[in-house]
């Protein structure tokens, strides 16, 4: 059977060519650790209901499209499987007989009900990597439970500490926790492959939005024998390093350490406060942050956020702030070829993000568009009928 052999797959080979991936999950953690792979060579195959996957359905101005979907699932085939049904089921168990990587986000359980739980596919397939994106786990009090991004960030203590002092808890859009837990993925999946080629036997693995929100926090999640439970006391810089209002728009600086105060404050004709012993540290400044920020600020609102940028930007870690439209035209983002034109049967075409890991000898396929929903269906499903019809016959004209 050649249901891997994608015709889209163009361009130099990439670290992970050969080996083929079933993404049965949704949303973005699973999906977007499978275009991870796809970026790096995988044959991908996108598994969805009937109903399609759920991001298909987030609002989006784009016409017959949504832009999330397509930014999360580039470098995939397409196929629907009504997992419910003996006839599909037995082509995913087809594919999964082939695969090298089968990654979903099913809750405990419906995998088994479904019949495609890790125990019947490791015995279908020794070699298959079994990876499940869960809530919360496989096991404990919270297990059964689903779960998602914002949820994780305001169970987690995220969304608590991203609130201003004082004030309440604020959510960090972009789904951090989702696409943390998508590296996790693919780093994952990387490394059980990497085993496999030593001892040639698959493995489950799995990956959580917990384990996701918990490791993004492991400067935070350290607590000392007998200390008292207050994470955030550490964990601010004391009000020079953050954002900053200038004349015209917003400016981000960092000058924690002692270089980059120095630079600063040599920059912004503020020398005297590096000379000062009363400032030389980060925790020193933040004792007497309501002493700094009012003269940084006001030395920061003479000129514009770009103009900062430009006369700090060489000697202090520094940033306009910028909206995402900016981006697509960013030099630095032009310079390392982030962005790609990908042909679209319905959008003629669009930018998006590509590449995302950067090899020197193994680069990587081209990317190629998000599938349409069922887009790949002839070329998969009917190789499998026919493969089995084939089989079936041979198995006819030859008993025993």
Same mark, same amino acid.
């Given at each position: 059977m050649?249901?891997?052999r994608?015709?889209?797959?163009?361009?130099?080979?990439?670290?992970?060519?050969g080996?083929?991936v079933?993404?049965?999950?949704?949303?973005?953690?699973?999906?977007?650790?499978?275009?991870?792979?796809a970026?790096?060579? #995988?044959?991908?195959?996108k598994?969805?209901?009937?109903?399609g996957?759920?991001?298909?359905?987030?609002?989006s101005?784009?016409?017959?499209?949504?832009?999330?979907?397509l930014?999360v699932?580039?470098s995939?085939r397409?196929?629907?499987?009504?997992?419910?049904?003996?006839?599909?089921?037995?082509?995913?168990?087809?594919?999964? #007989?082939?695969?090298?990587?089968?990654?979903h986000?099913?809750?405990?359980?419906?995998?088994?009900?479904?019949?495609?739980?890790?125990?019947?596919?490791?015995?279908?397939?020794?070699?298959?990597?079994?990876?499940?994106?869960?809530g919360?786990?496989?096991?404990?009090?919270l297990?059964?439970?689903?779960?998602?991004d914002?949820?994780?960030?305001? /169970?987690?203590?995220?969304?608590?500490?991203?609130?201003?002092?004082?004030?309440?808890?604020?959510?960090?859009?972009g789904?951090?926790?989702?696409?943390? #837990?998508?590296?996790l993925?693919?780093?994952?999946?990387?490394s059980?492959?990497?085993?496999?080629?030593?001892?040639g036997?698959?493995?489950?693995v799995?990956?959580?939005?917990?384990?996701s929100?918990?490791? /993004?926090?492991s400067?935070?999640?350290?607590?000392?024998?007998?200390e008292?439970?207050d994470?955030?006391?550490? /964990?601010?810089?004391?009000?020079?390093?953050?954002l900053?209002p200038?004349?015209?728009?917003?400016?981000?600086?960092?000058a924690?350490?002692?270089?980059?105060?120095?630079?600063?404050?040599?920059r912004t004709?503020?020398?005297?406060?590096?000379a000062?012993?009363?400032?030389?540290?980060?925790?020193?400044? #933040?004792?007497?942050a309501?002493?700094l920020?009012?003269?940084?600020?006001?030395?920061?609102?003479t000129?514009s956020?770009?103009?900062w940028?430009?006369?700090?930007?060489?000697?202090?870690p520094?940033?306009?702030?910028?909206?995402?439209?900016? /981006?697509?035209e960013?030099?630095q983002?032009?310079?390392?070829?982030?962005?790609?034109?990908?042909?679209?049967?319905?959008?003629g075409s669009?930018?998006?993000?590509?590449?995302?890991i950067?090899?020197?000898?193994?680069t990587?396929?081209?990317?190629?568009?998000?599938?349409?929903?069922?887009?790949?269906?002839?070329?998969?499903?009917?190789g499998?009928?026919?493969a089995r019809?084939?089989g079936?016959?041979?198995?006819?004209?030859?008993?025993g």
């Amino acid at each position: 059977m050649t249901a891997f052999r994608s015709p889209k797959r163009t361009g130099p080979a990439g670290p992970l060519t050969g080996i083929k991936v079933l993404d049965l999950s949704a949303y973005i953690a699973g999906p977007y650790g499978c275009t991870l792979l796809a970026d790096q060579g #995988a044959d991908v195959i996108k598994v969805e209901p009937p109903t399609g996957d759920n991001l298909r359905q987030y609002p989006s101005t784009l016409e017959g499209e949504n832009r999330a979907f397509l930014g999360v699932n580039r470098s995939k085939r397409g196929i629907v499987l009504d997992l419910k049904q003996d006839g599909d089921r037995r082509i995913l168990l087809d594919l999964a #007989a082939e695969a090298d990587v089968l990654v979903h986000n099913f809750r405990p359980g419906v995998a088994e009900r479904l019949g495609i739980g890790h125990a019947t596919l490791e015995a279908l397939n020794p070699r298959l990597i079994y990876c499940v994106v869960t809530g919360y786990g496989e096991t404990g009090p919270l297990a059964g439970r689903a779960g998602y991004d914002q949820v994780l960030q305001a /169970m987690t203590g995220m969304s608590r500490l991203q609130g201003k002092a004082g004030g309440p808890p604020e959510l960090t859009y972009g789904s951090p926790v989702d696409y943390y #837990a998508a590296a996790l993925v693919a780093g994952g999946v990387a490394s059980a492959l990497f085993e496999r080629e030593r001892s040639g036997v698959g493995q489950y693995v799995g990956v959580s939005l917990l384990r996701s929100a918990m490791t /993004m926090q492991s400067a935070r999640m350290v607590q000392g024998d007998g200390e008292r439970h207050d994470v955030a006391r550490d /964990m601010r810089s004391g009000g020079i390093t953050g954002l900053h209002p200038t004349a015209e728009g917003w400016l981000y600086l960092s000058a924690n350490t002692a270089r980059f105060w120095a630079a600063l404050c040599e920059r912004t004709g503020l020398a005297a406060l590096a000379a000062e012993p009363r400032y030389d540290t980060v925790k020193k400044r #933040a004792v007497h942050a309501d002493e700094l920020v009012p003269r940084l600020r006001s030395v920061l609102l003479t000129r514009s956020a770009e103009a900062w940028e430009d006369l700090l930007a060489d000697a202090v870690p520094c940033s306009v702030v910028r909206s995402v439209e900016d /981006m697509f035209e960013h030099p630095q983002v032009v310079a390392e070829e982030l962005m790609a034109v990908i042909p679209h049967a319905g959008l003629g075409s669009y930018r998006g993000v590509t590449r995302s890991i950067k090899f020197s000898r193994t680069t990587g396929p081209d990317p190629f568009a998000a599938p349409l929903l069922d887009e790949d269906r002839q070329a998969l499903r009917g190789g499998y009928e026919q493969a089995r019809a084939a089989g079936g016959q041979a198995r006819a004209e030859h008993p025993g």
